[in-house]
Structure formats: structure tokens, C-alpha cells
């Protein structure tokens, strides 16, 4: 049987999703730090190479175009689409937004549709399951927030800059999003005190103090270049506050380490507020929930009043490859539209 491939070039991560009758049979996440240079991008799909081989037709959608190493925009997607075209062959199909699927001459032509239109693929599946949701996907360095209404994405704002506007994108995630970003207080021993914004440590070192933190979601170097071991999260974590760890007990950076963790979903629960009095969203709408933070999403659902289903739960993906088909919706949204359009 036919095997579809689809891909998400993000800055951070390449994700790879195959889908077979409909399904996902195989998802795997690749460490991609794209800043440091186009090569990056080969590399990663070198290591991917066993998953690539398997497909016979491959698609492909982008937020990669936004990295520091491209100039602009514009610049960054039509060197990404070229990259993939010479990596994945000229038949390769690439996700333009409410275009749809388009092939790499389209894309080159109408780049702006191409850009980090990605949340729209997954917000495409989302809607053929339910005729009313609230699609967010929760990952490493941003989430969306897209409601689903009448059986279409009802996005406020396409481009990057207007979905910040409308509470659609926030640029907070569940690793690798600064601490300072997250919170600029907190409150230390009875005490509330401003943070340091020096790029000291992430939350993904705050969720390692908490104990909440998958442990094969954190794939990047840590702030420091050190381990990932409580301890040095720890150390990182005090210097935010100007502190060493040996400043306080264990409880007491936990406790600090909540109320961070607390203020960053909060942020998320202000936009998700911001979508839903802008769009006409029944209060039966569940949340979809998708991303290597589809947990704390579930737990906003809870918050919030509304049942929840893991992106995975709607496509009915195997055992084997649920928990990382939700964390890459994207990928496995191209991978099965792509097939459906074969």
C-alpha cells in the first residue's frame, strides 16, 4: 500500500509523520537547530533517512522560514521549499495555507501562503472530526490557539504578526521558552521579586522541578551547556531569581517554579479567552488538544469547562505511535491529506 510522508521544518525540530490508509504508522521528532545554518536541515533528514525511504509521495509545511538565518520571510521559504525539493524530489507537494496543497513552483510563486501556515493543516483534520472545536497545540516554543467552526478553521489572522494580534499564536512553549518570557516576578520565601532576563534557564528546567516534564520532549542543549539532571535545573532555575541553589530548600524553588509554570498557562488561557469571544463557538465545542504539551492543554480543558481529546483520540492512531502523533500534528495532517489527495 501506499506510504505518505509529512513534514514540519520548524526552526528547532524537523518532524516526519507516515501515514498509511489513513493512519499514521510511524512519527519521530529530529533535533533541527536550524540558526546555526541550512546544513542543519540535511542532517536531520539524513538521520531520518529509514523513514523517508518508506514513502512513496512526501508533503510538507513550514515555520522555518522565521530563523535568523534568512533575511526575511520570503527569503526563508523559498530557500526552504528548493532544500526540499532537492532533498525529496520536484513532486514533492507543499501546504499553502487555505490554498491547500500546492506544488514547489506554486509555492515559490505565492511564498507569503506558504509561511507558518502549518496550525491551518491540523486545523483542516481537526474539522473533517468535529464541526465545532477549539484546536490548541501546545509546543516547544509556541502555541495555537485556532477555533473550529461549522466544520472550517475559523482563523482570525493567517500571517504571524495578526495571529499575535489576535490571541491565535503565543510565543510561549513547554521547553524551550525563556523563563523570563514566562513570568517577570515571582515570589521566593514570602517574597516577590522581579526575574533576571538573561537567557539563564527554560522551562524546561522549571518542569524538570516540578517533575512534570516528558523525558524525550527536551532534545536542544540546556542554557548552560550542562546536564539535565535536577540539580543543574536547579542551579539554572536559582540564577533567575539572582540566587544560587544552596539559597533555598527544594520546596521553596518548587514552589517558586509553580507560580511560573501557573502565569505561562494563564498567558495561554488569556488568548484562549481572546479566540473564544471573538468567534462564535458553542460552549459544547471540545478542546483538540496537540503538541508535546497536549497534557497541560488537557489540564486548561479541565479549567475551563470543556472535554478534551488528544489530536491522536480524533485519527484514531495505533498504540505505537499516539503519544508522538499528537505532539507532531502537523506532520501526520499532511501525511494523510496528502494521501487523500493522491
Known amino acids: 500500500m501506499t506510504v505518505t510522508a509529512g513534514y514540519d521544518v520548524g526552526g528547532a525540530h524537523l518532524k516526519i509523520a507516515l501515514a498509511q490508509n489513513g493512519r499514521p504508522i510511524a512519527v519521530e521528532q529530529i533535533p533541527c537547530p536550524l540558526w546555526k545554518g541550512l546544513d542543519e536541515l540535511d542532517i536531520a533528514f539524513a538521520k531520518a533517512r529509514t523513514l523517508t525511504a518508506r514513502a512513496s509521495h512526501h508533503a510538507?509545511?513550514?515555520?522555518?522560514?522565521?530563523?535568523?538565518?534568512?533575511?526575511?520571510?520570503?527569503?526563508?521559504?523559498?530557500?526552504?521549499?528548493?532544500?526540499?525539493?532537492?532533498?525529496?524530489?520536484p513532486e514533492i507537494r507543499i501546504w499553502m495555507g487555505p490554498r491547500g496543497l500546492g506544488s514547489p513552483q506554486e509555492a515559490l510563486i505565492d511564498?507569503?501562503?506558504?509561511?507558518?501556515?502549518?496550525?491551518?493543516?491540523?486545523?483542516?483534520?481537526?474539522?473533517?472530526?468535529?464541526?465545532?472545536?477549539?484546536?490548541?497545540?501546545?509546543?516547544?516554543?509556541?502555541?495555537?490557539?485556532?477555533?473550529?467552526?461549522?466544520?472550517?478553521?475559523?482563523p482570525h489572522g493567517l500571517t504571524d504578526g495578526d495571529r499575535l494580534a489576535t490571541g491565535e499564536l503565543v510565543y510561549t512553549g513547554l521547553t524551550r521558552t525563556d523563563v523570563s518570557v514566562a513570568a517577570s516576578e515571582a515570589r521566593l520565601q514570602h517574597r516577590t521579586q522581579r526575574l533576571a532576563a538573561g537567557g539563564f534557564a527554560t522551562m524546561s528546567d522549571v518542569r524538570r522541578v516540578l517533575g512534570t516534564l516528558p523525558e524525550d520532549v527536551d532534545q536542544h542543549p540546556t542554557s548552560d551547556n550542562r546536564g539535565t539532571s535536577l540539580e543543574e535545573s536547579l542551579a539554572r532555575f536559582a540564577r533567575c531569581l539572582g540566587r544560587d541553589r544552596a539559597d533555598a530548600t527544594f520546596e521553596d524553588w518548587r514552589e517558586v517554579a509553580g507560580e511560573i509554570a501557573d502565569k505561562q498557562m494563564h498567558s495561554i488561557l488569556v488568548a484562549i479567552g481572546e479566540v473564544v469571544a471573538a468567534t462564535p463557538l458553542p460552549d459544547s465545542a471540545p478542546i483538540v488538544a496537540a503538541g508535546i504539551g497536549a497534557e497541560a492543554v488537557a489540564a486548561l480543558a479541565t479549567e475551563l469547562n470543556r472535554s478534551c481529546r488528544t489530536f491522536a483520540e480524533l485519527i484514531s492512531a495505533s498504540e505505537d505511535c499516539a503519544l508522538w502523533a499528537t505532539r507532531c500534528a502537523p506532520a501526520v495532517s499532511l501525511a494523510i491529506m496528502g494521501q487523500a489527495a493522491l
Do not use: W, Y
Not at 527569503?75 to 532544500?83: A, K, N, R
Open 111 to 154: 511564498p507569503m501562503s506558504v509561511a507558518s501556515t502549518n496550525f491551518l493543516a491540523t486545523a483542516k483534520l481537526v474539522a473533517r472530526h468535529f464541526a465545532d472545536a477549539l484546536l490548541i497545540d501546545m509546543g516547544s516554543t509556541t502555541t495555537d490557539v485556532i477555533a473550529v467552526v461549522g466544520g472550517k478553521p475559523r
Open 60 to 89: 510538507a509545511t513550514m515555520t522555518g522560514e522565521l530563523c535568523e538565518i534568512f533575511p526575511d520571510r520570503k527569503t526563508g521559504v523559498t530557500t526552504l521549499v528548493e532544500q526540499l525539493a532537492t532533498l525529496l524530489g
